[in-house]
């Protein structure tokens, strides 16, 4: 009758599912106090339960949610019903979804999982506990523990891989690949709703490749998750990135230069003006490696502009802007960023021809530019942009540096074992350590090598590396480079007139990595061709 009277649907919440995430937008105390239940929730159209719809507490909890931008639908309900409402509040984990794309976990809990959490078959433990819950917020559990473990292992990426009858879920550890755990597409099928959800994606396509983004709140602090959904053969399959700003806040000094390059790349970027470039695969560490530069000549009295696809980790004192396909290009946010005045650029990537040649004027003309390109070694950045139609002559005046660089895993100091090369090795070492133009940098034994163990230890997780650390090679301008720049030279000849400069190679660089302990052959042979140039 009540209902007839106010011309608000009746429902009976004991025959309607109430959904958690709904429930969390109102805290169980406010919502007690309107007598009132937010129990539907599909994006921002959700489902409002109140006992009477006139109630004045109840009212202003229907406009305040209305003010988050939620579309709400009033239902009557009985007392009884509101009871088994409040009743799930019980239910809820410590995981709260505060706004769309923030997924939020709370101090208690991030540190009651940290402590379970030793290796990664502590965290498929915890998984299989999840799943077998019946509660209404298993896959929020689940969802918990595996962002817990990704942060307590310190995982770059989480993969989600479907195959025909489970899923396999695996963490990227210090660049490699490793399995957690398999279980059932039904939960996962849950799972990447959630995420998709979390994300921004559309859920009813499952057909097309999605790109979204969320953040994980973790004492205060977001964090940044990159999501990609990629069609597959048995369902979709999903890769979350952790942008965690820890990784990038990565000292010049720390990121694995040997001292001549170093030093030859502390004088180029206190120049006023130049171009200075990094090159190398996705995901060798060319962002880390130019936000480090950016970090050290960053003052007060700079004004530095980023233009970056997208904005991956956020730095205090900079002007960082994010490219848009279709309105905000590279090159329109470059020719747009040298309209404010900035005294330092950096450029996500030099893609095209347009890009190249506002990059290398902007160099030319009192700006010290930063930016990255797809070449296999710092003498491939030479031909790479002659290709893409920046004249040879102007080349000379606007290149300060070139650098190459790949990640290579380190040996877990707690673990690692030393060993003599074998004659193979020996020789391997040998060839690449003759090659070294300044010999002050050859230790005093080239016969000596260090190798992980084979279980690891409780310090690496059983993996017997732990963190990583950059190769590099470094090519810059002189009067050789300069002269043979006129004749369009191939990578090579580059890399011949650039050997006076005394600079290692990668090669190079990673076999006195190796002889120093930080790494051991078999890992830099994963990461660097051993035989180039051979």
């Given at each position: 009758?009540?209902?007839q009277?106010?011309?608000v649907?009746?429902?009976?919440?004991?025959?309607?599912?109430v959904?958690?995430?709904a429930?969390?937008?109102?805290?169980e105390?406010?919502?007690r106090?309107?007598?009132?239940?937010?129990?539907?929730?599909?994006?921002k159209?959700?489902?409002?339960?109140?006992r009477?719809?006139?109630?004045?507490?109840?009212?202003?909890?229907?406009q305040?949610?209305?003010?988050l931008?939620y579309?709400?639908?009033?239902?009557m309900?009985?007392?009884?019903?509101?009871?088994?409402?409040?009743a799930?509040?019980?239910d809820?984990?410590y995981?709260?979804?505060?706004?769309?794309?923030?997924?939020?976990?709370?101090?208690?809990?991030l540190?009651?999982?940290?402590q379970?959490?030793?290796?990664?078959?502590?965290?498929?433990?915890?998984?299989?506990?999840?799943?077998?819950?019946?509660?209404?917020y298993r896959?929020?559990?689940?969802l918990?523990?595996?962002?817990?473990?990704?942060?307590?292992t310190k995982?770059?990426?989480?993969?989600?891989?479907?195959?025909?009858?489970?899923v396999?879920?695996?963490?990227?550890?210090?660049?490699?690949?490793?399995?957690?755990?398999?279980?059932?597409?039904?939960?996962?099928?849950?799972?990447?709703?959630r995420?998709?959800?979390?994300?921004?994606?559309?859920?009813?396509i499952?057909?097309?490749?999605?790109?979204?983004?969320?953040?994980?709140?973790?004492?205060g602090?977001?964090?940044?998750?990159?999501?990609?959904?990629?069609?597959?053969?048995?369902?979709?399959?999903?890769?979350l990135?952790?942008l965690?700003p820890?990784?990038?806040?990565?000292?010049?000094e720390a990121?694995?230069?040997?001292a001549?390059?170093?030093?030859?790349?502390?004088?180029?970027?206190?120049?006023?003006?130049?171009?200075?470039?990094?090159t190398g695969?996705?995901?060798?560490g060319?962002?880390?490696?130019?936000y480090?530069?950016?970090?050290?000549?960053?003052?007060?009295?700079?004004?530095?502009?980023?233009?970056?696809?997208p904005?991956?980790y956020?730095?205090?004192?900079?002007?960082?802007?994010?490219?848009?396909?279709?309105?905000?290009t590279?090159a329109?946010?470059?020719?747009?960023?040298l309209r404010?005045?900035?005294?330092i650029i950096?450029?996500?990537?030099?893609r095209?021809?347009?890009?190249?040649e506002?990059?290398?004027?902007?160099?030319l003309?009192?700006?010290?530019?930063?930016?990255?390109?797809?070449?296999n070694n710092?003498?491939?950045?030479?031909?790479?942009?002659i290709?893409?139609?920046i004249?040879?002559?102007?080349l000379?005046s606007?290149?300060n540096t070139?650098?190459?660089?790949?990640l290579?895993?380190t040996?877990?100091n707690?673990?690692?074992?030393?060993?003599?090369?074998?004659?193979?090795?020996?020789?391997?070492?040998?060839r690449?350590i003759?090659g070294?133009?300044?010999?002050?940098?050859?230790p005093?034994?080239?016969?000596?090598?260090?190798?992980?163990?084979?279980?690891?230890?409780?310090?690496?997780?059983?993996r017997?590396?732990?963190?990583?650390?950059?190769?590099?090679?470094?090519?810059?301008?002189?009067?050789h480079?300069?002269?043979?720049l006129?004749?369009?030279?191939?990578?090579?000849?580059?890399?011949?007139?650039a050997r006076?400069?005394?600079?290692?190679?990668m090669?190079?660089?990673?076999?006195?990595?190796?002889?120093?302990?930080?790494?051991s052959?078999?890992?830099?042979?994963?990461?660097?061709d051993?035989?180039?140039?051979?």
């Open positions: 009758m009540l209902s009277k106010y011309g649907e009746y429902v009976d919440l004991s025959l309607v599912s959904n958690s995430d429930l969390r937008l109102l805290s105390t406010e919502a106090d309107a007598e009132a239940a937010v129990f539907g929730r599909i994006g159209r959700i489902s409002v339960a109140v009477a719809p006139k109630n004045p507490k109840a009212e202003a909890l229907v305040k949610l209305q003010n931008g579309e709400v639908t009033l239902f309900v009985s007392g009884e019903s509101l009871k088994r409402a409040y799930h509040y019980a809820l984990s995981a709260t979804e505060t706004k769309a794309g923030v997924f939020e976990l709370s101090n208690t809990e540190e009651e999982l940290l379970k959490v030793s290796s990664l078959s502590d965290i498929g433990k915890l998984i299989n506990e999840a799943i077998v819950l019946k509660h209404s896959i929020t559990r689940i918990e523990v595996i962002l817990a473990g990704a942060l307590a995982a770059s990426d989480v993969h989600f891989e479907p195959e025909e009858s489970k396999r879920l695996r963490y990227r550890l210090d660049g490699v690949l490793i399995d957690v755990l398999t279980f059932d597409p039904e939960t996962y099928h849950l799972m990447l709703s995420l998709k959800l979390l994300s921004g994606l559309k859920l009813n499952g057909n097309e490749a999605q790109d979204g983004r969320f953040s994980i709140k973790i004492k602090e977001e964090m940044e998750l990159r999501t990609s959904v990629l069609p597959g053969n048995y369902a979709e399959t999903l890769v990135r952790i965690n820890q990784a990038i806040g990565v000292e010049l990121l694995g230069l040997n001549k390059l170093r030093a030859k790349i502390e004088k180029e970027i206190s120049k006023p003006n130049g171009m200075i470039l990094t695969p996705t995901g060798s060319k962002t880390t490696t130019l480090a530069f950016l970090r050290k000549i960053n003052s007060t009295g700079t004004k530095i502009i980023t233009i970056e696809d904005i991956e956020h730095l205090a004192g900079l002007v960082q802007t994010q490219v848009d396909k279709k309105n905000y590279f329109s946010g470059l020719r747009s960023a404010q005045d900035p005294d950096m450029v996500g990537e030099i095209d021809t347009e890009v190249a506002v990059a290398i004027n902007a160099a003309t009192g700006h010290l530019v930063f930016s990255t390109l797809h070449t710092a003498a491939g950045s030479f031909p790479r942009l290709d893409l139609g004249s040879e002559k102007v000379s606007a290149v070139a650098l190459a660089q790949r290579v895993r040996l877990c707690a673990c690692k074992k030393e060993r003599a090369a074998t004659t193979e090795e020996q020789k391997t070492i040998d690449i003759n070294i133009v300044d010999r002050a940098l050859v005093a034994r080239t016969n000596m090598l260090h190798e992980a163990t084979k279980d690891g230890c409780v310090e690496c997780n059983g017997g590396y732990k963190g990583r650390i950059g190769i590099f090679e470094g090519i810059c301008m002189d009067s480079i300069e002269e043979i006129r004749n369009r030279p191939s990578e090579r000849e580059v890399a011949a007139a006076p400069q005394g600079i290692p190679t090669q190079e660089d990673g076999i006195l990595k190796v002889l120093s302990g930080l790494t052959l078999e890992e830099l042979t994963r990461v660097v051993l035989e180039l140039g051979v």
